[in-house]
């Protein structure tokens, strides 16, 4: 079946980094678009952008270029996501989710993550 | 950038009950939205696509309707399980989620 597994929660100090994996299963990895979600406690959700998962191009929403980065280990089927020089407000939960359909980059998403919290404080 | 506007934002109904949501883009985007459940602790869940189309595996108590800027999802008789945030996805350019309706039991 196809899961999308993150990485486990993350504390943090202001202005450090932090990376959260996605691995994927059960799937072509390489055959479907992989989106990154961010929700703040108590808030919304709010799209971060998306990975081209065949050529590793990654594409950012405005509120997410400069200290976001997507990337890829192919290899292992998973899509990753720094954050450098952490906020106060980069406080969330951050969920990878995959489209629906195959070689489509904007679509529903019809598996996520289980989510991933990171939790920035001083 | 596309805009989505969810209302109401809190929805009190009682068991058995039909209950609306609405959302609306701030422009056409076609029949290129989603509707998501979410309950606390756990990520969202997809239960309609392009609009009105049902997602396998989910109750026909749901449904979505609309095209253009304004969509509806109806929950037709509501249960206790049904309680939890909604929120709509337009995917017609990039992808941007509404603030959410959350639904209790009154």
């Known amino acids: 079946q196809i899961q999308l597994v993150q990485s486990g929660p993350e504390l943090k100090k202001p202005g450090e980094s932090v990376k959260i994996s996605c691995k994927a299963s059960?799937?072509?990895?390489?055959?479907?678009?992989m989106h990154w979600v961010k929700q703040a406690p108590g808030k919304g959700l709010k799209w971060m952008g998306w990975?081209?998962?065949?050529?590793?191009?990654?594409t950012y929403a405005d509120d997410f270029k400069g200290r976001f980065v997507f990337s890829l280990e192919a290899s292992a089927s998973t899509a990753n996501l720094q954050i450098s020089n952490l906020k106060n407000e980069d406080t969330a939960t951050y969920f990878c989710?995959?489209?629906?359909?195959?070689?489509?980059?904007?679509?529903?998403?019809?598996?996520w993550g289980q989510g991933t919290l990171v939790t920035v404080s001083s | 950038d596309i805009q989505m506007t969810q209302s109401p934002s809190l929805l009190s109904a009682s068991v058995g009950d039909r209950v609306t949501l609405n959302c609306k883009a701030s422009?056409?985007?076609?029949?290129?939205l989603a509707w998501y459940q979410q309950k606390l602790g756990e990520a969202p869940k997809l239960l309609i696509y392009?609009?009105?189309s049902l997602q396998t595996g989910i109750p026909s108590r749901f449904s979505g309707s609309g095209s253009g800027t304004d969509f509806t999802l109806t929950i037709s008789s509501l249960q206790p399980e049904d309680v939890a945030t909604y929120f709509c996805?337009?995917?017609?350019?990039?992808?941007?989620f509404g603030a959410g309706t959350k639904l209790e039991l009154k």
């Open positions: 392009n609009a009105n």
């Open positions: 996805q337009q995917y017609y350019s990039g992808s941007t």
């Open positions: 989710a995959r489209v629906c359909t195959i070689y489509v980059y904007y679509g529903p998403f019809a598996y």
């Open positions: 059960g799937y072509t990895f390489t055959d479907y678009a």
């Open positions: 422009q056409n985007i076609y029949k290129n």
């Open positions: 990975i081209n998962t065949y050529t590793g191009k990654p």
